[in-house]
């Protein structure tokens, strides 16, 4: 482009005889300035893509973002995370300010909430009880298995029948991975991960209730849905995890995540 000679004007170098430019026409002193230009653009250009490149070394020159599915779930744990140990902080900050109140309301409204705390599953809980793990078959299993592949993984309807078995049988507290099991607490069912009061954590998952061993064992082995599942268990082309252990001492730490409540309110 930056080589070749400007075109003659068109219209005009066949129609006449006179083999000069006309004086009006100036097209070629118009152009000479972009065919100078031009190729200095590109260069300049083709310059910052080498400097970008050469500064990358091949990685994203903004590494802040977040590419990846897996690195967004670890983002925004991390970022819950952060939100809960705030609230909890804000939430001691309340109880330190409103504790020497003289209102009688004030005083009243406190006495009722810390007779909820328990139920509601803010305090901690240790004693006696039982957990339960379920993890996916093997890899092996897996990749060699002519089952259908959702009988190899565990699902969230898995995990909710364990915690439903453990309330069944009177537990005074749940736990799945650690997280407490209180009434706003979803299971879901995230990739390979499951998310539990906003958290995700992988397989294997362990299902711990404090309460009565021989009763909360007794209830998951009638459990009908629980029963199955132990069955594929034990088939070799299964063999979905599963396995349950008595524990002398559980400890369920008091739920840690926000709490809004609501209320229900009639028509009329």
């Known amino acids: 482009m930056t080589g070749a000679p400007d075109a003659p004007p068109t219209g005009g170098a066949h129609e006449g005889s006179s083999r000069f430019p006309r004086p009006s026409l100036h097209r070629p002193s118009l152009r000479r300035p972009w065919a100078v230009v031009t190729p200095v653009v590109f260069l300049m250009t083709g310059g910052l893509f080498a400097v970008s490149a050469a500064n990358s070394e091949g990685t994203d020159l903004r590494p802040g973002r977040t590419t990846d599915l897996a690195g967004l779930v670890h983002v925004e744990d991390q970022h819950l995370r952060s939100l809960q140990a705030e609230s909890r ?42 957990t339960v793990t379920l993890s996916d078959a093997p890899r092996e299993v897996r990749d060699s298995s002519d089952e259908d592949i959702n009988k190899l993984v565990v699902h969230q309807q898995d995990i909710q029948a364990v915690v439903n078995a453990m309330w069944a049988a009177g537990a005074t507290a749940v736990t799945i991975e650690g997280q407490r099991v209180v009434t706003t607490t979803g299971i879901q069912c995230a990739g390979s991960s499951v998310q539990v009061n906003g958290l995700y954590f992988p397989q294997p998952y362990e299902i711990s209730a404090v309460g009565d061993p021989d009763v909360l064992e007794g209830r998951i082995a009638v459990d009908s849905y629980l029963a199955e599942y132990r069955r594929q268990s034990e088939l070799s082309s299964i063999q979905i995890g599963w396995s349950l252990d008595r524990e002398d001492d559980i400890v369920a730490p008091a739920y840690a995540g926000l709490v809004r409540p609501a209320y229900a309110k009639p028509l009329s």
């Open 89 to 130: 902080e804000l939430s001691r900050q309340v109880e330190a300010l409103t504790a020497n109140s003289k209102d009688l309301r004030v005083r009243q409204a406190q006495a009722q909430a810390r007779q909820a705390r328990k139920p509601a599953g803010l305090t901690k809980v240790s004693g006696p009880g039982i």
